[in-house]
């Protein structure tokens, strides 16, 4: 068997509202998808990146550099393919669209060999369990929209919630305490800044936050260097008493190397569209269990939380230092009608699919429909 081709596809739809986490907001809401193509018709589905606002950076990254090495190779060849892709970029893309681009290609692969095999991938990865609970995670909102998004989330049966802030210290405040209040005390509460804060605010909020029993707060501080990030995080995590989260803006185990001796997180959030594909995401947990630390990936709200969802899932429900996954809130068309068996949540859990690969089936009548390139 050989790969015969690489595509990549533009899925998405326009908001009415855009989509905001911290500081950063999105009027648009889709993927990047990518097919691995090979000459027995047997087809793998991946996704690049965090939004589909990265198609025109990562689509020629795949038809120029990644496609040509993977043409006529066998798809079977999962590690060295994914070391021929990384080792062609690494002088000028170790981290960005390259490392989306790789990502989504891997991806694809794992679903392929699922296929293949008539295996789903969590299963080839090793079984730790089939289902998961869920934290819902709504946009940015105000005080008085976020108590009610809580109140429908706790309708819904979830019993873990993550917050958004950014809009201001009192105003981040109060939304922390409005969703306490509405959802009640036994539901876990995280919040997450984007970056939102400097360190010295980032340690006034987490103190501000621990009143409300936020369960960790993620990735908070504003950050422009590799080692910026860790040293920043790492003296917040030795500052205050509440659990920091991170690593969604980490690329590959190398970096994620630095993160677990320096002790910058008490949990760690790779996202396999980004950090390399299921085949680092699951290098990174691994890393991760080796320290006692737990691994609760990231999954973009921009994306449409299908492939890249699919692919986190498999790798949580993989290992063992797994926590939760994270379920985007709102249910857009583009959700419901991509795929012909969508992953959902049903009180509060998500289960993963026992189907080959990645276990989705794009509908083609929704694919032309939401087309965006």
Known sequence: ?????????????????????????????????????TDEGVTGLGEAGFSVAFYDRIKPVIDGTLKPLLMGQSPLDIGALWQRMYEATHTWGR??????????????LWDLLGK???????????????????????????????ARESQEATSRGFTAIKLRAGLGLEEDVRIVQAARKAAGDSVVLTVDPNMAYDLPTAITMARRFQEYGIRWIEEPILC??????LDLHARLAATVDVPVSGGESLFTRYEFAEVFPRKAFAIVQPDATGVGGISECHRVAVMASAWNVPCVPHIAC?????????????????????????YDAYDSPIRQELFV?????????????????????????????????
């Open 95 to 108: 981290r960005g669209m390259e490392t989306y681009a790789l990502s989504g290609v891997d991806i694809a």
């Open 302 to 326: 921009s994306s449409v939380a299908g492939v890249g969802l699919a692919a986190n899932l498999h790798v949580i429900c993989s290992i063992d230092n797994a926590l939760y996954v994270e």
């Open 341 to 373: 068996e969508p992953i959902v949540a049903v009180n509060g859990v998500v289960t993963v699919p026992d189907r080959p690969g990645l276990g989705l089936e794009l509908d083609p009548v929704a694919v032309a429909r939401y087309r965006m390139g």
């Open 116 to 146: 293949l095999t008539g295996q789903p991938v969590f299963r080839l990865l090793g079984a730790c369990r089939t289902q998961i609970p869920a934290y819902w995670a709504p946009s940015l909102k105000p005080a008085d929209v976020a």
């Open 1 to 37: 068997m050989k790969i015969t081709d690489v595509t990549t596809l533009a899925v998405g739809m326009p908001l009415a509202e855009p989509l905001r986490w911290g500081a950063m907001w999105t009027h648009t809401r889709g993927a990047v998808l990518v097919q691995v193509h």
């Open 224 to 229: 422009r260097s590799l080692t910026q990030y």
